[in-house]
């Protein structure tokens, strides 16, 4: 009877120990979890900034092409006559 005592035990410690090493494992991929989720909520931010100064640069493209039409236009027609 003292044997099978013994093993109860040790299965008991066991189960204990096994039951410790997931929680810490748990709480370890819960910490990675929210510090990738945190990485991709900045990545996020980032490319919809670069977004818009993309579009702030394409919109100045534009009016640089259009200044520089308007100056060879004046150009042209200042040397045209």
Known sequence: M????????????QLQMMS????TRSVG???RLTELSETLGN????????QQ???KL??????VCLTADCFKA???DAFSD
């Open 2 to 13: 003292l044997a099978a005592q013994q093993r109860a035990d040790d299965a008991e410690l």
């Open 74 to 76: 004046v150009v042209i």
């Open 43 to 50: 990545v996020e931010r980032l490319r919809q900034q670069d």
């Open 29 to 31: 991929l819960e910490s």
């Open 20 to 23: 410790q090493q997931s929680e």
């Open 53 to 55: 100064i993309i579009q």
């Open 58 to 63: 394409r919109e100045r493209l534009v009016q």
